[in-house]
């Protein structure tokens, strides 16, 4: 239960602000900021232009993030139109808002992307190298971020202000944790017997065309560029493996080791008498130490740490980084067999001694030097990449016709695919990125796709080869599997019509059991929740969690289409609503941020409407072709 609020209160709000503010989202939006389009837009929103490859983007990235081919193309690619009109909507209003950020928020914003990181640590030479792949200057960028973190301090403002009330609580409690009690049986699936005439599988094929199709296919030729392909052009010299294993050494060894055991004397810290009286214990004990006194029985017979008390004081082997601070620093200035002078900790005083030591080693240069080549190279491959990337980018483009430009230019070589659908394909057409590429309009029109990036290292252009559009099959084809359909459809009907019977003497006051046993079937009982699991079919359950309650004592009785055509007749004798009683107060609690956040998700959307007819937002005709 709570991993389930959990999921679906961060959901719904981490995808808004994904949409919103994602840096991906500013990278590639901010050219027509400063470019002004040419384009004939495909939207208007106040002032502002949208041109369709906005939209492009936008719909590459919800493609990228889905991580699947199982999505409605038409759907996904209005979706990112609406997308890049909403994010429009939200600058032009917190523009006007007069919210603030500093360049101290900025700064710490951008230096904490992954992006703009290597090995952990914010790299100015690969911001810069991604901006100048973009064709951004650092003023330029930072005025994006700046507005996309006002954004976010906008949306925030809507979002973050819902409040949630008791009576919402209750309601929400009242159906999460309804408990309903039900009565069903099953009907199995008729068998049917009857001849199929040719006229009647006619009939059905004309007038379902439609479902019997060839798909449509593409075939296309591309050019690829990838990290791997780059980072051979790089020799570095030994002096340049050197400084970098030099920067690098820590990565090429293990810290030094050390197994440490103590005696812990434990007193409340904030209380003066306490912490003396542990301080003078554990002189004593340091005393004894020194007298030859063993450390392992004076720890079993002393330390407050009873876990470790048992072991002798043992702590076991760490580093210092897995030492706990209190004692890291001492510990690892001990020689080994030495026992430290009482240590004060915010637990009370310890006696710390090092039983064994590994020193900390670090492999040589010329054990490594294969690795810091490889690294090296692949480093400053990242950056020619981003170059070239964007150098494909503009020549698909330039060269819209042809690949050849583009292959001679970069000394890239044309590759080609077999045939391949939407759904399906081999070698690069198995990514689904890849096959919607090949998919897009500007492709089916025989021109070059944009700059795709399938991961982070490697980048294609698609040009089409052949297509195939989507063909009807001949009825010689798929007789049989009409044939079998039509069959089904009858037993189905019938089955369905014996149900709706049994149903109808239920209604009329016949029991529930009665009517199971004029078929021979078994009625079975259940005790369902709408929060919980549940051993009934889906089709079943939703029946019953949609079904009215039943009124004056007279049960709800109602039908349910399972799985191949099985009817279970069903009877919703008791329903029981949850309250707040039994819920957990960390479950309470999440589930008061999961509908506050649902019902700030409403306020922010209803906003957004009101922005729309403010602000106003025109859609052109072109746009019916994302569709």
Do not use: C
């Not at 999921?7 to 470019?35: C, E, Q, R, S, T």
């Not at 094929?205 to 591309?222: A, W």
């Amino acid at each position: 239960m709570l991993q389930a609020i959990r999921d679906k209160a961060h959901g719904i709000f981490a995808w808004v602000m994904l949409l919103f503010v994602g840096i991906p989202f500013g990278l590639w939006g901010i050219n027509n900021y400063f470019n002004g389009g040419k384009e004939k837009p495909i939207a208007v929103v106040g002032e502002r232009e949208i041109l369709e490859k906005d939209v492009n983007r936008a719909y590459e990235n919800l493609v990228a993030r889905m991580g699947s081919s199982d999505y409605d193309d038409k759907q996904l690619r209005h979706e990112a139109l609406e997308q890049v009109i909403n994010m429009e909507l939200i600058n032009q209003a917190s523009r006007k808002e007069g919210l603030a950020v500093s360049e101290a928020e900025i700064r710490g914003y951008v230096q904490s992307q992954p992006y703009f990181q290597s090995e952990g640590k914010f790299d100015k030479d690969r911001l810069n190298s991604v901006l100048a792949s973009q064709g951004m200057s650092p003023p330029q960028f930072a005025a994006q971020v700046k507005e996309q973190m006002l954004n976010e301090q906008f949306v925030r403002g809507i979002t973050d202000t819902a409040i949630v009330t008791k009576r919402q609580l209750e309601n929400f409690y009242r159906f999460r944790n309804q408990e309903r009690q039900v009565e069903y049986f099953t009907i199995p699936l008729k068998k049917a017997d009857a001849e199929i005439q040719d006229k009647d599988i006619e009939a059905y094929y004309q007038e379902n065309k439609s479902q019997f199709q060839n798909p449509e296919k593409v075939s296309v030729e591309y050019v690829s560029l990838s990290i791997d392909d780059i980072s051979g052009d790089f020799k570095p010299t030994e002096e340049e493996l050197k400084n970098l294993y030099e920067e690098q050494k820590a990565q090429y060894g293990t810290p030094e080791q050390r197994k440490v055991s103590h005696i812990l004397i434990a007193a409340d810290m904030d209380k003066e008498d306490e912490a003396k009286a542990a301080q003078t214990k554990a002189e004593a004990l340091r005393a004894r130490l020194s007298k030859g006194e063993d450390f392992s029985a004076l720890a079993k017979e002393s330390s407050d740490d009873k876990e470790s008390a048992v072991k002798g004081g043992d702590l076991g082997l760490n580093t210092k980084e897995a030492t706990h601070p209190d004692l890291a620093n001492t510990a690892f200035a001990l020689a080994k067999g030495e026992v430290s002078q009482p240590v004060k900790t915010k637990f009370g005083y310890d006696l710390i001694k090092v039983t064994e030591l590994i020193p900390a080693t670090t492999k040589k240069f010329e054990d490594v030097r294969a690795e810091l080549e490889k690294n090296y190279r692949r480093n400053a491959a990242e950056n020619k990449f981003y170059e070239a990337k964007q150098k494909l980018d503009e020549m698909s483009f330039e060269h819209k016709d042809s690949l050849e430009p583009l292959a001679k230019n970069l000394n890239l070589k044309i590759a080609q695919t077999g045939f391949f659908t939407r759904e399906a394909g081999d070698g690069e057409a198995a990514d689904a990125l890849f096959r919607n590429a090949a998919f897009a309009p500007e492709v089916l029109e025989g021109n070059n796709g944009a700059a795709l990036e399938i991961g982070t290292d490697k980048v294609y252009v698609l040009h089409l080869k052949d297509h195939q559009p989507a063909s009807d099959k001949q009825l010689a084809e798929i007789k049989g599997e009409i044939k079998a359909r039509l069959l089904d459809k009858m037993a189905q009907d019938a089955t369905r019509k014996q149900a709706e019977q049994l149903l109808a003497d239920v209604q009329k006051g016949k029991s529930l059991a009665d009517a199971a046993k004029s078929i021979g079937a078994a009625l079975n009982k259940a005790s369902v929740k709408l929060a919980g699991k549940s051993d009934l079919p889906p089709a079943l359950l939703k029946a019953v969690n949609k079904s009215p309650r039943p009124s004056a004592g007279k049960p709800s009785a109602s039908l349910a289409t399972l799985d191949k055509g099985v009817q279970a007749v069903f009877v919703l004798t008791e329903v029981k609503d949850g309250t707040l009683a039994s819920v957990d107060p960390k479950e309470l609690e999440m589930a008061k941020e999961y509908l506050g956040k649902n019902a700030g998700q409403a306020e922010f959307n209803a906003y957004l409407d009101y922005l729309r007819g403010k602000i106003g937002v025109e859609v052109s005709d072109q746009s019916k072709q994302l569709n």
